[in-house]
């Protein structure tokens, strides 16, 4: 079983910076597949980006490209989302997501691909 638990979250100004963390539990996190999904108030979960287990390949949704930037750092079982130049439309929960693959440049964009969730962290932006 992995278990992920989302941080970083919180209420800023539109123009301000965040950076989320998921932290993974277990042992083979370099095997993860991970993905950040968001769900705005009254709206369904959508795709936010993704990175492959190896970090070589990384993909995004066209609305958060050259602003958002995903990561991660295996020796922490962590995944980043750095998310700059913060719009009020970027107000949701934030989830985490993986799917564990042997494939070391796969990614995954569709929430239904997902096998594992966090909790969440809400990210308010106001304008």
């Known amino acids: 079983q992995v278990q992920l638990v989302e941080s970083g979250g919180g209420l800023v100004q539109a123009g301000d910076s965040l950076r989320l963390s998921c932290a993974a539990s277990?042992?083979?996190?370099?095997?993860?597949?991970m993905t950040w999904i968001r769900q705005a108030p009254g709206k369904e979960r959508e795709f936010v980006a993704a990175?492959?287990?190896?970090?070589?390949?990384?993909v995004y949704q066209d609305s958060v490209k050259g602003r958002f930037t995903v990561s991660r750092e295996d020796a922490k079982n962590t995944v980043y989302l750095q998310m700059n130049s913060l719009k009020p439309e970027d107000t949701a929960v934030y989830y985490c997501?993986?799917?564990?693959?042997?494939?070391?440049?796969?990614?995954?964009?569709?929430?239904?691909?997902?096998?594992?969730w966090g909790k969440g962290t809400l990210v308010t932006v106001s304008s």
């Open positions: 990175i492959s287990p190896g970090g070589s390949n990384t």
């Open positions: 277990g042992r083979t996190f370099s095997t993860y597949a």
């Open positions: 997501a993986a799917r564990i693959t042997h494939y070391s440049t796969t990614y995954y964009s569709h929430p239904g691909a997902m096998e594992y």
